[in-house]
């Protein structure tokens, strides 16, 4: 059984457009995240949810609306898609507020053309 | 701004060959991780340490945490093929942010 899961895997859109990726965890754990990965590997937090409520709110601009309709589901909803916007995204849960133990999905790849 | 810096970026070595791959950073983290990313996949979590000076083992890989806390270690005993792939360390600072190094590079020659 697939820990977390995100779909779609990829996803290639126009720029201006509106998208959404979903993200379900199956192991039970209180926290979740939404990381960015440029294309120098970077990763970098946008924002953590616990217990859908949101805990961890970074720098991001204000088209990314995380949404968590309850514990186990966090999406990443982005409005008027930029060329910038072009990256892996990368959903994570752990149990508690702290690293104890992440585990990350297997990403979605967000191509904007 | 922290910053977490890993080095070196790139490695590539013969088989059989030891290694170690540097993180280190001028903050201070209550907990540090080592991840292992192949192209593709998300990282996979391959140790936390939260102790300075803590050292963990896991069959060829052995982690260290340095003793003030802002810098670790990861060494390779005997490297395999199947090491290959991008090594990324991630901090947990005081005020529960999680920051990610650039990652290493590595590839095994077989």
């Known amino acids: 059984d697939t820990a977390v899961s995100q779909t779609p895997k990829y996803l290639v859109t126009q720029m201006g457009n509106d998208k959404s990726i979903k993200c379900e965890q199956n192991?039970?754990?209180?926290?979740m995240y939404w990381y960015k990965q440029d294309s120098k590997k970077f990763l970098k937090i946008m924002f953590s949810?616990?217990?859908?409520?949101?805990?961890i709110n970074e720098t991001v601009p204000n088209r990314f609306s995380p949404k968590s309709p309850d514990k186990a589901h966090l999406n990443l909803h982005i409005n008027s898609l930029e060329l910038g916007d072009s990256a892996v995204y990368f959903c994570a849960s752990s149990q508690g507020t702290y690293i104890y133990e992440q585990y990350f999905g297997p990403g979605t790849r967000l191509t904007v053309t | 701004t922290q910053l977490l810096e890993q080095s070196p970026q790139f490695l590539s070595i013969q088989e059989g060959e030891n290694l170690t791959v540097y993180c280190n950073s001028s903050s201070v983290f209550s907990s540090l991780q080592w991840y292992r990313q192949e192209p593709g996949e998300g990282p996979v979590l391959l140790v936390t340490?939260?102790?300075?000076?803590e050292v963990k083992k896991l069959k060829r890989l052995t982690f260290q945490f340095g003793d003030a806390r802002k810098d670790s270690s990861l060494h390779i005993t005997a490297a395999q093929p199947g090491d290959t792939g991008l090594y990324l360390c991630a901090g947990e600072d005081r005020d529960d942010k999680i920051i990610f190094g650039k990652g290493t590079r590595l590839h095994i020659l077989p």
């Open positions: 949810y616990n217990n859908k409520e949101l805990i």
């Open positions: 340490v939260v102790t300075g000076g």
């Open positions: 192991l039970g754990h209180d926290t």
